[in-house]
């Protein structure tokens, strides 16, 4: 865990310089859903901290760190398993200050701001996120950011998105489902976790 832990925090100093433009992205999408503040955390959970979640590995190939990592004093499922970490720290951290402008807006607005709905939607970005990054993670591994940034970025998402669509998901219908959906991307973002050290990059 000392290793995994370690590897993370590498991780995190590694994309910190080049984070300007998603902040930016960051605050006008939150400007965006400001009308709707119970959305706003929901919203950017499941659209943005997918993408600072994948970072690494955009920034690992670039800087060909690959080689660094290999030399580390850390195993390799403990790099693999850091990435998860790191995703699962960019999607609280998301959700943290999401809620927070929310509430901000919510109070500058007058309405009224958290209770089921603000947790069934929460759930739900949870649901989405980690079953994105379940998807996204193993095929990034395999194949590398550079020959599949496009594919392993947009399709696990977007296929996540056309299910929710296709099952006409309201708020009320969904919150029956919580307990399942919050399990189902625990066991989903560990299944993706566990599989990740028993995939070889493909030459």
Do not use: C
């Not at 590897?7 to 605050?27: C, E, W, Y």
């Not at 499922?77 to 809620?99: D, N, P, Q």
């Amino acid at each position: 865990m000392k290793a995994v832990a370690r590897m993370a925090a590498l991780h995190m100093r590694t994309v910190a310089p080049f984070q300007s433009q998603f902040f930016l992205v960051f605050g006008v999408a939150a400007l965006i859903d400001a009308r709707s503040p119970t959305v706003v955390a929901p919203a950017l959970a499941v659209l943005l901290a997918p993408y600072l979640a994948v970072q690494p590995f955009q920034i690992a190939e670039k800087a060909d760190l690959d080689t660094l990592y290999a030399v580390l004093p850390a195993p390799r499922h403990a790099v693999l398993r850091a990435y998860y970490v790191w995703a699962m720290a960019s999607y609280a951290a998301t959700v943290v200050v999401g809620t927070l402008l929310a509430y901000v807006f919510a109070r500058i607005e007058g309405v009224a701001f958290g209770g089921r709905s603000l947790v069934t939607m929460l759930v739900l970005s949870w649901a989405l996120f980690a079953v994105n990054i379940a998807i996204q993670f193993p095929i990034l591994i395999r194949f590398g950011y550079a020959r599949v940034s496009v594919l392993a970025t947009t399709l696990p998402l977007a296929l996540v998105m056309l299910a929710a669509y296709k099952l006409h998901l309201t708020v009320a219908s969904i919150q029956v489902w919580l307990p399942l959906l919050g399990v189902a991307g625990v066991v989903a973002f560990v299944a993706s976790a566990t599989l990740a050290p028993r995939l070889r990059k493909a030459v």
